[in-house]
């Protein structure tokens, strides 16, 4: 019998989808390293998660919620879109300017299947976050890149003047992944003022919380200053949910409706929805969080320095390393063979980078050693 192949089924775009790379899991390189194992087990730094783990008062509350777990969640997420505007007064934020998501990730995809359809565009900076693109691609919308200054720094003039009469929503990565790089509150305002008001303009703030620099812009006071703004977090980095999906975007409430319309009736989990509620309470466990963040990064770029592995400054939890004449596949390889997962990034145009999550600081020592040892420096 024959059968139609399958790409002549395939709808537009989605056949020059490359599928998005996650990060080996621990258990997958535990078996394939069997009695290789080293001592000290497998450490994973290649998805900046939180490495503390998640706060104690959200794993107290998914225990509580797991009883009810018969029933569907909250469609409507009441309680957290209720807790998330209490904890955002103070840039007045209202409970129908909030969407919430399986994640931050289906929220920019809800953006794209809401506002594109045949002939727009998606524009966003060339090497940033892959799930821009994929989603465009998913629905066959055209996605357009636009390179970036020396240092991978973000050229916003550009991306101001790249955007045309089909461009339909903007994506900004502020911070950037994977490199870690972030656009300050001039240049922010600046694509605002220039971006045409038909425009979405859609900043995904995922590292908004392990931010240091004093001219970062905070866009949910930012969005503000012009209509079409959106902004969007998550509970994966900071808040440590990332197994339990949950993420949020903040944006004009006629806007946010739309994805009502559009999204799965049932999208967020009844647990991620506690935990999200507990996290958001827990601010002692961000503050932690943040910390042990931002002393890892000084002993990270102090000992890569020392090491003369060269890095991109990042405002982020993770930090892009160049290890060239080396390819970052091959440095990757080595470091799974020493039991430390770290994130190659030849998908984004970087052939000699690496990406590594700040972890705990046992974690981090590990993971210096192992580079140490696999370029062969001290
Ligand atoms: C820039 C950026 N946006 C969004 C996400 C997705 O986060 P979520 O887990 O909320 O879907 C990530 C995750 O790595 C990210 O780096």
């Known amino acids: 019998m024959s059968r139609v192949r399958i790409d002549e089924l395939i709808a537009p775009g989605i056949a020059a989808i490359r599928p998005y790379e996650p990060g080996k899991p621990i258990e997958e390189v535990e078996r394939e390293l069997g009695p290789a194992l080293p001592a000290g087990g497998v450490i994973k730094l290649a998805s900046n998660e939180n490495p503390l783990g998640p706060s104690p008062k959200a ?47 289906e929220i920019l995809d809800l953006l794209v299947r809401t506002f594109c359809g045949p002939g727009d565009e998606v524009l966003a900076p060339a090497q940033t976050f892959a799930c821009y693109k994929l989603s465009a691609q998913a629905r066959g919308v055209a996605y357009r890149d636009v390179p970036r200054g020396p240092d991978y720094a973000y050229d916003l003039d550009a991306l101001a003047r790249a ?38 303009l859609a900043v995904d703030e995922a590292y908004f919380d ?43 409430a006629d806007l946010i409706a739309y994805l009502d319309r559009v999204r799965n009736p049932f999208n967020v989990s009844a647990l991620a929805q506690a935990a999200a509620v507990a996290a958001l309470g827990d601010g002692e466990h961000v503050e932690r969080s943040r910390t042990l963040n931002r002393e890892g990064m000084g002993v990270m770029t102090m000992e890569l320095q020392r090491r ?10 993770f930090l892009l390393l160049d290890v060239a004449p080396r390819t970052g596949i091959e440095v990757f390889a080595a470091l799974l063979q020493r039991g430390v997962i770290v994130r190659p990034v030849s998908s984004y145009g970087m052939p000699h980078h690496l990406r590594v999550t700040i972890g705990t600081p046992e974690e981090n020592q590990r993971l210096l050693a192992a580079l140490s040892a696999v370029l062969g420096v001290k």
């Open 59 to 105: 794993m107290e509350a998914v225990r509580i919620a797991l009883a009810e777990v018969n029933r569907y969640p909250d469609g409507g997420t009441f309680s957290l879109r209720r807790a998330l505007a209490a904890s955002y007064a103070a840039h007045n934020v209202r409970e129908e300017e909030i969407a919430v998501g399986n994640g931050s990730n």
């Open 163 to 200: 955007a045309g009469s089909r461009t339909k929503i903007v994506f900004l990565a502020n911070p950037d992944n994977p490199t870690g790089v972030y656009a300050n509150v001039d240049a922010v305002r600046g694509l605002m003022r220039r971006l045409p008001d038909s425009v979405i």
């Open 210 to 252: 392990y931010v240091t620099a004093e001219d970062y812009p905070d866009m949910l006071a930012l969005r503000k200053e012009r209509e079409l703004t959106v902004a969007l977090r998550t509970f994966s980095k900071i808040y440590g949910l990332a197994g339990l999906r949950c993420g949020w975007a903040v944006g004009p």
């Open 308 to 317: 003369g592995i060269r890095f991109v400054p990042s405002q982020g939890n």
